[in-house]
């Protein structure tokens, strides 16, 4: 399900309890979080959050939000070693709702008990990074990385298969090393047909992006390589570039780069 389909989801649900909204800053990279600061933020709205209900007079509401509130502080510090630099956790009393995320991109720490759920924060995400794709350029092997609101998705591999004449599952191709004529007569006839091979290449990238309802992508690679291929793209496919080699680095960190770069 898109971002855009769980925030209408989200936003259609009532509940006559309460919905959680927990919105947690833990932004390492943030001087201000980078003691762990997230734990005691968590502590201090959670407790003024049930110092609220406590004022309503209702044994029930309370009941159920510190059932609630129980549950998301366990599941939060299951999970502290995956932070990143932000979360988010929307659920209900009569627990029909229950969505989480991890997030490579900072929220501000928020806490609310309502009848629906405060997605406001949310929404802005989703504005500023929508579902795109990061396209990672080396040569003649492409990484596709399609990322939401900072995290990935998911990820596909494209490689040039010179004996095919065409772009195939990295894992199909026939690898440089395994051609009976070598590295070398792979590098000649790249360098006499880049221009085809990327034109053939964006071809099938804007149709990925096209299939999966992505609003774009960033480019990464060398400089002549993200050239080649921008030329060849449209421009509203294209939302920024890095010319820069990444492709040997893990893809988080290369979604890392982008991020902290372009956005």
């Known amino acids: 399900m898109s971002v855009v389909e769980n925030i209408k989801k989200i936003k259609a649900k009532n509940d006559d309890t309460g919905i959680l909204s927990l919105y947690l800053n833990t932004d390492v990279t943030d001087l201000n979080q980078a003691n762990g600061e997230w734990k005691i933020h968590l502590k201090n709205g959670m407790k003024e959050l049930k110092e609220q209900v406590k004022n309503k007079d209702n044994p029930e509401e309370l009941k ?24 988010i956790l929307i659920a209900s009393a009569d627990g029909e709702l229950w ?13 609310r008990w309502d009848h629906t759920a405060d997605t406001e924060q949310v929404e802005e995400l989703e504005q ?69 091979w990327y034109r053939d290449l964006a071809q099938e990238l804007s149709k990925e992006l096209k299939e999966r309802k992505l609003k774009g992508a960033y480019l990464v690679g060398s400089k002549e390589s993200v050239a080649e291929l921008e030329s060849h793209m449209s421009e509203s496919y294209v939302r920024g570039t890095i010319a820069k080699n990444l492709g040997s680095r893990p893809n988080h960190e290369i979604l890392k780069e982008v991020y902290d770069t372009l956005i």
């Open 64 to 87: 159920a939000l510190q059932n609630l509130l129980d549950k998301a502080e366990t599941e939060i510090y299951a999970k502290q070693k995956e932070m990143q630099r932000g979360l």
């Open 99 to 111: 969505r989480e995320r991890i997030l490579q991109v900072p929220v501000t720490t928020s806490i």
């Open 128 to 196: 500023k990074f929508p579902e795109t794709a990061i396209i990672v350029v080396q040569q003649a092997d492409v990484t596709f990385i399609e990322t939401e609101l900072g995290t990935i998705q998911d990820e596909k591999y494209f490689s040039w298969d010179l004996e095919r004449q065409s772009w195939v599952d990295y894992q199909e191709a026939v690898q440089p090393g395994e051609r009976g004529r070598g590295k070398d007569e792979f590098q000649r006839r790249f360098d006499e047909n880049q221009n085809r």
